[in-house]
């Protein structure tokens, strides 16, 4: 954990060893806000810039809390941290000293990034699929998503909650298999289901899930709906 103190009226932040080093500086180095923002990714720049500048102003907040990422002046190596702290101000509501800590959350952050890019391309394919495909998030019942063919078959523009169109007669079935495999993490299979179509009538369904894990979490479920 790097951990800092700025000093807004010199300009000089102390920070530990560990922080110098992401930064690019040797131990005995002086550590400044202009080289923080100087080592801050482009992308990322402007935002904590404007992030510390209202850390900073006492008729908004005292608190700072954001994710960045870190570019190292010499080798290039890129570090995402997360960066929070707490501004102390003087009785004439001036800043006089910044406490602050970075976490390097690079792992944590590069297993996101994968995470939305393989939804990202799953989403794409299931939405050339002939089938309903659906995707569950870490809540049991919470659907995070549904193709194109589930808003065809079922007749909305908009997501709503999928257990309206399943026969009030199965509903409990449903539950039942779906929560067990949950619980277990397990697949799932329902055999048979009736399923609302946008016209009315009920039509036979078999439903079957597969849970998703990243790095041996579990993160929801993958499901298909054939008729």
């Known amino acids: 954990l790097g951990v800092c103190e700025y000093y807004p009226h ?17 131990p005995e180095d002086t550590l400044t806000m202009n080289h923080i923002l100087s080592v801050v990714a482009d992308k ?44 102390f101000f003087n009785d004439s509501g001036v800043a006089y000293r910044f406490n602050g800590t970075l976490q390097d959350v690079t792992v944590e952050a590069t297993v996101r990034q994968r995470l939305t890019e393989s939804e990202n391309r799953f989403r794409t394919m299931a939405d050339q699929s002939p089938i309903i495909v659906f ?19 079922t007749g909305q523009s908009t997501r709503q909650a999928w257990q309206k169109f399943i026969h009030p007669d199965d ?5 039942e298999i779906y929560n067990a495999a949950y ?3 397990q697949p799932y299979n329902i ?6 179509r946008s016209d009315g009538v009920y ?20 499901g298909i709906g054939i008729e």
């Not at 932040?13 to 110098?20: E, M, Y």
């Not at 078999?206 to 929801?220: A, E, I, Q, T, Y």
């Open 183 to 185: 619980n277990s993490k």
């Open 44 to 87: 990322d720049r402007d935002r904590v810039m404007d992030a510390v500048m209202r850390a900073l102003n006492p008729n908004i907040g005292d608190s700072y809390d954001v994710t960045y990422t870190v570019v190292h002046p010499h080798t290039k190596e890129e570090r995402v941290v997360c960066a929070k702290g707490k501004v």
């Open 171 to 175: 509903i409990q079935t449903v539950y």
């Open 191 to 196: 055999p048979a289901v009736r399923f609302l």
């Open 203 to 222: 039509r036979w369904h078999s439903f079957k899930g597969s849970p998703r894990f990243v790095d041996n979490v579990l993160h929801g479920y993958v």
């Open 10 to 26: 010199t300009e000089i932040c102390h920070a530990n060893d560990r922080i110098k080093v992401w930064f690019g500086l040797a």
């Open 135 to 153: 995707m569950a998030g870490s809540d049991a019942m919470n659907i995070t998503y549904f193709n194109k063919v589930w808003f065809d078959y």
